[in-house]
């Protein structure tokens, strides 16, 4: 069991997460020099955190991975002093980083565009690369579509799929939260992450198809006959 | 009254996988994937699959950050 799942709590009215119990030590101390402890420490943390902070915007918005790293730091080292330091410490700094990302899709207001499940059902890549051949030489078919995508290939993928469905996906298979923290984070029912989950995946597994033939990553047509 | 069959079409396994490898679906529908997979070999490929598809993810988590990306977001801390 993970200390940290239940410990987290969001502050009631703000985005910002926090240990619910216990006294941080910068705020049993007092005097000079106070201010310079937590923000050395705040600094140590999010030094140590900004490769998985930058990883994680990356995967969350196409443009301005940055700021949302930036405006995560701010919101971390004004809600730093009631954090009591431990381990969970980097996943706090991630929870608070989704929190934003949360916001800032709140305040483009977009509609939210569900997809129906039966119109992802259907489609299998397992299915669709036996069928469809890619590499018809290949003993190890699946595993080798799998590894013609690089890095900013998968980032492309999960870009293109709208918000509602990535965020979830990527919190879950890439970042290793649960769907009860999804759901908080997200402040969603625990109902609709998980069918969100569902139907990410499905049209995370139709996009990599397109997205490959699209790409070149697999030949087209040129193996018929 | 029969017994309650444990008896699912590939398509009713085939959504099932992901949740059935994530622990979360009800111990009846655990009983009924795993006795699919018991005969179906296409549905053992697609839960294979399925595995290696998490895996790719998951090795998606970790990137590189540009050395003047970290520097910029250091100076930022520092400023706080």
Redesign the interface.
């Known amino acids: 069991m993970r200390p940290s799942d239940d410990a987290i709590h969001s502050v009631p009215g703000t985005s910002i997460p926090r240990r619910a119990m216990g006294t941080a030590p910068s705020e049993r101390m007092s005097g000079i020099g106070t201010r310079d402890r937590t923000?050395e420490a705040?600094?140590e943390l999010?030094?140590n955190e900004?490769?998985?902070l930058?990883?994680?915007a990356?995967?969350l918005v196409r443009d301005g991975a940055?700021d949302l790293?930036?405006e995560a730091?701010?919101q971390g080292?004004r809600g730093f002093g009631t954090l009591k330091m431990d381990a969970a410490a980097g996943r706090w700094l991630k929870t608070i980083l989704v929190n934003v990302f949360r916001d800032q899709l709140r305040k483009r207001a977009r509609s939210v565009e569900e997809v129906a499940a039966g119109d992802l059902?259907?489609f299998?890549?397992?299915?669709t690369l036996i069928d469809e051949d890619p590499f018809p030489y290949s003993d190890s078919l699946?595993?080798d579509f799998?590894g013609t995508?690089g890095?900013e290939d998968?980032?492309e993928v999960l870009l293109r799929l709208p918000d509602i469905y990535r965020a979830p996906?990527v919190l879950r298979?890439?970042?290793g939260f649960s769907?009860k923290e999804i759901a908080r984070q997200l402040e969603a029912p625990l109902g609709t992450i998980?069918a969100r989950?569902?139907r990410g995946?499905n049209l995370?597994?139709r996009t990599m198809w397109a997205y490959a033939q699209e790409s070149g990553l697999t030949p087209r047509g040129d193996h018929d006959g | 009254m029969g017994e309650m069959t444990t008896a699912i079409p590939c398509s009713d396994a085939v959504r099932k996988l992901w949740d059935y490898l994530d622990h979360a679906i009800a111990p009846e529908d655990q009983e009924k994937v795993e006795h699919h997979l018991s005969f179906c070999r296409r549905c053992c490929g697609e839960l294979e699959f399925a595995k290696e598809i998490r895996r790719f993810l998951a090795s998606g988590s970790s990137e590189e950050i540009p050395i003047e990306v970290k520097a910029r977001l250091e100076r930022f801390v520092e400023e706080l």
């Open positions: 923000k705040f600094e999010a030094r900004l490769p998985g930058y990883s994680l990356r995967r940055e790293v930036q730091l701010l080292y059902d259907d299998s890549l397992y299915r699946h595993t799998l995508f890095r998968l980032r996906l298979y890439m970042d769907t998980l989950l569902h995946r995370f597994e």
